[in-house]
């Protein structure tokens, strides 16, 4: 009879075992970037949540991941969710065994802190009679090995943006920093009526996962920034995660062309997958992506409930929040990006 793996909390100062969890994470075929340790780091010291970073145990050799955070906030409710300011989370195991133990840890600290619920962000269902948020998808496809099969593999109207955008002299760049980045990113959600993340998270970024955090800017003829993108890159995937444009990006089609070119240059480094990443259903970025030839894919995202009756619906979509978008959109935008980091990081 084998062991029944041991569940135990990963400590911020534990390289060690940050080690091992991450080594783990990369051979698990239910992780995400979402789950690799480095996020412990940056949601504890950016945005002050105490976390609960959950490993399964047996004979020294981890078999499972649980990434948690708690969020208590007087304006979003009180929760522990895995993860948050991530599309991807819940249990990555190798074992049912690990995976139960797991749960059983998270159900434990949710019910001594005491919170509203917790929140599993599957990408498949796991438990049965959890309610379920159906309200996001996500959109992956193939990269093929040659750029010029890409090209074609986009739809004729979508393929038609992408060379305006080259005609137009655009051309991408690897930024060094994130200074252009936040620049047309928090303009970007700001004209959307939505406050910005910190600048020093995306800086986090950039220094916890160093190389598989990049930033491609694209560019006029005369150097002037148009668009931009945050992307991820784990194991053979390439996931845009944040992105920002000038007002101008559309006439030149600016927003196209960048995505494009993160294709092209994931093609020529060898990257198989591109992770377009999650939509809410009905949206424009979901028209966008289905533009594209990408098919979406229902995200499994699971409750249990504790305080609550219903699952609770934080979102730009959700009605009651209309009058806040707009007012948001009316501050100026020294303003916003002062006060969006006291209210994003209750988001999640």
Partial sequence: MSKAPV???LQLGDEATHVLWDEFVLMCPAATFFHRAGWQKIIREVFGHDTYFLFAECDGKIQGVLALAHVNSWLFGNSLVALPF???GGVAAVSSVAEMALLAEAQRIAEGLKVDHLELRNV???HEGWPTQDLYVTFR????????????AIPRKQ????RKGIKNGLRSEIDTDVDRFFALYADNVHRHGTPAMPKRYFKALRVVFEDDCEVLTVVDTQGRMLST???FYFRD??????????????TLAANDFKYWELIRRSCARGIKIFDFGRSKQGTGSYAFKKNWGFEPRQLHYEYCLY???SIPQNNPANAKYQLLIKAWRRLPIGIANWLGPFIVRNLG
């Fill in 159 to 162: 393929r038609a943006m992408i």
């Fill in 7 to 9: 569940v135990k909390r």
């Fill in 124 to 126: 498949d269902k796991k």
């Fill in 141 to 152: 496809k193939d990269i093929m090995p040659e750029e010029e099969g890409n090209l074609l």
């Fill in 237 to 250: 995937e390439v996931l845009p995660y944040y992105a920002g444009d000038d007002e101008t990006a559309r």
């Fill in 86 to 88: 991530a599309v991807y």
């Fill in 229 to 231: 993108v945050m992307s």
């Fill in 307 to 309: 305080k609550t009756d």
